[in-house]
């Protein structure tokens, strides 16, 4: 669906937002100013207010009491740093349309695309951010952030698997695939702690593909072959002393 609409927009950028995030009336107008100096930017990004469930309120990068940010967007490396971690906050990206299509829109096979279309992008693209704060991003108890890692269910985490095996192909420096291995330990260890041990085992698989070893990586492994009970009976270990050892 989105594609289609992408294929019919008629303007040179477009954004994707969530129907219960605010859009800040000059989040596009500095984000455009960004990416009007960019014109090979495959999208631009921005800070964003975060939200609780409690309405407490703070900024998605640490910014000190003057409202600067504490520490340098660094771009250079950005795809590499996208491997390893959530860097942005998805719903500031404005993006350049023609490149977007270029690289052919959203995966809409996969369950949240904000993941695989930022690496996608990144691998061939440069991207550019705006100082600024451009949207309200509202975390609740249902929204999909929040239901990333549910027990025994996960709709996102079998997505995440593939966007891993994506990143797999595209990596081309053994340093993106030292990313990629930090990448799947996080995601390994969520999977395990939150009993989805379909999209785990996929993790150890595509792990031992790229060559991980080491001892958490072995405990990870043998914890999604024999599932949280029988690793905690092998190695007599409790539940309050296991997570200080991973």
């Known amino acids: 669906m989105f594609n289609q609409i992408l294929a019919e927009a008629k303007g040179h950028y477009v954004i994707d937002l969530s129907g219960d995030d605010v859009l800040y009336p000059d989040h596009l107008s500095h984000s455009l100013e960004v990416l009007k100096m960019a014109p090979f930017a495959a999208f631009v990004f921005s800070d964003a207010y975060i939200m609780d469930q409690m309405g407490e309120v703070r900024t998605f990068y640490k910014r000190n009491n003057a409202g600067q940010l504490i520490e340098e967007?660094?771009?250079?490396?950005?795809?590499?740093?996208?491997?390893?971690r959530n860097f942005i906050?998805?719903?500031?990206?404005?993006?350049?349309?023609a490149i977007l299509i270029k690289e052919g829109g959203y995966d809409e096979s996969l369950y949240y695309e904000?993941?695989?279309?930022?690496?996608?992008l990144s691998r061939n693209h440069p991207v550019v951010f705006s100082d600024h704060i451009g949207?309200?991003?509202?975390?609740?108890?249902?929204?999909?952030?929040?239901?990333?890692?549910?027990v025994y269910q996960s709709k996102m985490l079998p997505s995440t698997v593939k966007v891993c095996s994506k990143i797999r192909g595209m990596n081309i420096y053994p340093e993106e695939n030292k990313a990629l291995k930090k990448r799947i330990l996080y995601e390994l260890k969520h999977a395990l702690w939150s009993a989805n041990f379909g999209p785990a085992r996929e993790l150890v698989v595509l792990g031992e593909e790229i060559g991980m070893k080491g001892l958490k990586f072995w405990i990870y492994k043998l914890w999604a072959k024999k599932r949280l009970g029988s690793i905690l009976d092998v190695f007599e270990i409790d539940l309050i002393t296991l997570p200080l050892l991973l």
């Open 73 to 84: 967007i660094e771009l250079s490396n950005i795809y590499e740093t996208l491997i390893r």
């Open 89 to 97: 906050c998805s719903p500031t990206l404005v993006f350049n349309k």
């Open 114 to 120: 904000d993941f695989d279309i930022q690496v996608r």
């Open 135 to 150: 949207v309200l991003k509202r975390k609740h108890s249902r929204s999909m952030s929040a239901l990333q890692y549910q």
